[in-house]
């Protein structure tokens, strides 16, 4: 996994500095814009690791269930299952970034993070407008790729700004909230399984607020980052139940009308 000399260095450096400021009753720093991690065999942040990859596990197993048990003719499968895929590999480079921090695989972890959070919205916007506007998804779905191309550009290319990153994908993730809970509270009657829909984006965006309470790792392990990841995979599971029966009704609804053709 790449740990030179230096690296162990830089380590065990940190360390001596955290018994330092521990002895002389000193609030510890972080360092380099992180919170010290015990690390476990080669896993710099084994929790957060560990979380990453039981997330990437969920979208895997609901994936799978969803392509047993929805047929590819369902309007949303191929939106659906691209959902899958992109989150899939969003819980890979998260792994890899949390099991070790270089400035490569901290932008894939960046990078893949925000393809999620774009193809959230996209996914919101196919389900709720996409069907029956197909000219206007298009249009759309070139504008996110546009926006996603100039947003890894920019942070490559130009300057690394975290708060610029956290910003734009937080407005996304606002933006997909917002939308899904309207579409929801209007479908709530017609539709019982959207609940599942409303609940996941609630609780995710609760689980948010984890990252605002920035805090030294408890045992020097479990952080807020590593609480998030965990609370987000049961959500997962949520989520992909949401698209499994949405994606059922709709077979459904298209297989009626077709009959009444």
């Not at 980052?225 to 077979?251: E, K, R």
Request: proline share 5%; hydrophobic share 50%; with cysteine.
């Amino acid at each position: 996994t790449g740990w030179t000399c230096r690296d162990e260095c830089k380590y065990e450096c940190m360390w001596l500095t955290v018994r330092l400021y521990q002895q002389g009753g000193h609030r510890v720093p972080q360092f380099h814009g992180k919170w010290p991690f015990s690390r476990f065999l080669f896993f710099q942040e084994p929790a957060s690791a560990f979380a990453s990859f039981l997330n990437g596990l969920a979208s895997l197993v609901m994936l799978l269930r969803y392509r047993a048990a929805v047929p590819p003719a369902a309007p949303t499968y191929p939106t659906c299952v691209a959902f899958a895929w992109v989150s899939l590999n969003a819980w890979f480079w998260s792994t890899v970034f949390h099991t070790r921090d270089t400035a490569l695989t901290e932008k894939l972890d960046y990078f893949c993070a925000s393809a999620v959070v774009l193809h959230s919205v996209y996914l919101c916007c196919v389900r709720t407008l996409g069907l029956q506007r197909p000219a206007l998804i298009s249009i759309f779905r070139a504008f996110l790729l546009l926006f996603l191309a100039g947003h890894i550009s920019y942070l490559s290319l130009v300057r690394f700004d975290y708060g610029y990153n956290l910003v734009a994908n937080a407005a996304a993730g606002m933006l997909t909230v917002a939308w899904w809970l309207r579409w929801c509270l209007r479908q709530g009657r017609r539709l019982p399984h959207v609940w599942k829909c409303a609940a996941a984006v609630l609780l995710l965006q609760a689980l948010a607020l984890l990252e605002l309470l920035d805090f030294p790792p408890l045992l020097w392990v479990l952080d807020a980052h590593a609480l998030w990841h965990i609370g987000t995979i049961p959500l997962n599971v949520l989520f992909y139940s949401f698209l499994m029966d949405d994606s059922l009704y709709l077979l459904k609804a298209n297989s009626d009308l077709f009959k009444v053709d």
